[in-house]
Nanobody, 124 residues
Framework: QVQLVESGGGLVQAGGSLRLSCAAS????????MAWFRQATGKEREFVGG????????YYADSVKGRATVSRDNAKNTVYLQMNSLKPEDTAVYYC?????????????????WGQGTQVTVSS
């Protein structure tokens, strides 16, 4: 059974940084794409960034490009989202997701597995 568990969220001031972690278990993720999405209150869940496990190729939403870095640690079966220069509009619940294949889709319906989410709040 695949399980994704996010951690690392919290309260941070604008301009600060956070690193979110997604610990994956239940299978090896070779051949999978791992992604981060976020959902602010009253808004749709949106793609933030993703990584193809095999190659480390990444792709980011325009809203976070240059401020976000997605990486993975094969030995720990863990994916990370490093967010810098945080803004109040980055406030959301951040979710880790996984899908088979190497296409880093921006559509949440393309992902089969989801974590429970971790809250990130950026104060101004």
């Amino acid at each position: 059974q695949v399980q994704l568990v996010e951690s690392g969220g919290g309260l941070v001031q604008a301009g600060g940084s956070l690193r979110l972690s997604c610990a994956a278990s239940g299978r090896t993720f070779g051949g999978y794409t791992m992604a981060w999405f976020r959902q602010a209150t009253g808004k749709e869940r949106e793609f933030v960034g993703g990584i193809y496990w095999n190659t480390g190729n990444t792709y980011y939403a325009d809203s976070v490009k240059g401020r976000a870095t997605v990486s993975r640690d094969n030995a720990k079966n863990t994916v990370y989202l490093q967010m810098n220069s945080l803004k109040p509009e980055d406030t959301a619940v951040y979710y880790c997701a996984a899908r088979a294949g190497g296409i880093i889709s921006t559509f949440r319906t393309q992902y089969n597995y989801w974590g429970q989410g971790t809250q990130v709040t950026v104060s101004s």
